[in-house]
């Protein structure tokens, strides 16, 4: 087999290219991506040593969604807010672990075209256990006017309004991954240059996975559809490859970063105790709509597109149906 040495593609020159397939395209989003990117190196630094630094553990207070905050949340919640601050391109940011928006206070930031929401690190609760956890961001071209600062409406449009989303996985390797409406790439941080580097170039989902998602603890509380396909899922048809695997890490990154790659079905639905799901529309269910839809998978709330919903608010909670397509529309079939 002919060894052809593949040359090394990083972030920036990716962007920078992706950039020039535009005409009026300015950079300003490369740049921000760019920004989100450095906030997270510097994040995935501080995983890296968690354990080393007394940082692990419980910091006391609880977030606006009056869950326990944990130290290293706290941590990557400011290193993002500060990252983005200084940055020329980013009027204002919303945070899952922040009761309102912040409207950044300089002229600069005024001038700025896009805002940014974050998940800071998904998945805490398993921090303390040292399984892959995660930094999912958003980035919308803002609706207020330019010169002035930025408002709630520009955090609350809907996910089909997105510019761009990604996350970043501190896993067994470090990845961001981002999609725009062109696709999905995968970029593996390359630690002794310090640089995100292309490795998993136009991401796609498969159409067919075998792998189901879910936290099946609390089937008890389930819809009786939603029963119905727990048990579709295990039953034995080998026409149809079942019975189907179960994977559940409960850190939505990590669930999703393998349904990616794998193909699957990752659900968090309604349940008797979480009515609207347990996860956020804005910092979590976008994002991941966007990367799975533009990787050829769906995202769905149970009776449409999570994209198509129209945010009434900033922490708002959805059911989430996401992954393989046809794996998708299976579950949708017993649930609606
Ligand atoms: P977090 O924001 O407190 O980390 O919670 C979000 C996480 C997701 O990453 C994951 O999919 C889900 O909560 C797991 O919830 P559960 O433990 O109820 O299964």
Not at 303 to 327: A, C, V, Y
């Amino acid at each position: 087999m002919e060894n052809k040495k593949r040359k090394l593609i990083t972030l920036d020159e990716f962007t920078i290219q992706q950039t020039r397939k535009f005409q009026n395209a300015t950079g300003e989003l490369s740049a921000l991506l760019r920004d989100i990117a450095l906030a997270c190196k510097i994040i995935n630094k501080q995983v890296n040593i968690a354990g080393l630094v007394d940082i692990l553990g419980k910091h006391g207070a609880t977030n606006v969604q009056g869950e326990e905050q944990m130290k290293l949340d706290i941590f990557a919640d400011e290193t993002l807010i500060n990252v983005l601050q200084n940055s020329a391109e980013c009027a204002g940011i919303a945070s899952e672990e922040n009761d309102e928006f912040i409207a950044f206070q300089d002229e600069f930031s005024w001038n700025s075209k896009y805002v940014v929401l974050f998940d800071p690190l998904d998945g805490s609760s398993n921090i303390d256990v040292n399984a892959s956890i995660g930094t999912i961001f958003s980035i919308y071209k803002r609706v207020s006017p330019l010169g002035s600062p930025c408002n709630e409406a520009d955090f609350l449009q809907a996910g089909n309004k997105l510019m761009a989303a990604g996350y970043v996985i501190y896993g067994s390797s470090t990845m961001l991954v981002y999609a725009t409406k062109l696709g999905v790439n995968g970029f593996t941080l390359e630690s002794s240059i310090g640089e995100y580097c292309l490795s998993h170039p136009d991401m796609k989902c498969s159409e067919q996975g075998k792998i189901y998602s879910l936290n099946q603890g609390n089937t008890n509380k389930y819809t009786q559809g939603l029963k119905d396909y727990l048990n579709y899922c295990m039953e034995e048809n080998k026409e149809e490859g079942r019975p189907l695997t179960h994977r559940y890490i409960g850190s939505m990154v990590a669930d999703l970063h393998r349904t990616l790659i794998k193909g699957g079905i990752f659900i968090y639905p309604a349940d008797k105790k979480n009515v609207n799901g347990k996860l956020r529309l804005q910092y979590e269910c976008n994002p991941m709509a966007l990367i799975i839809e533009a990787a050829g998978g769906k995202a769905e709330h149970g009776s449409g597109r999570i994209l198509d919903i129209e945010p009434t608010e900033l922490h708002q909670r959805t059911p989430i149906f996401i992954g393989s397509k046809n794996m998708v529309e299976k579950a949708l079939s017993f649930t609606k």
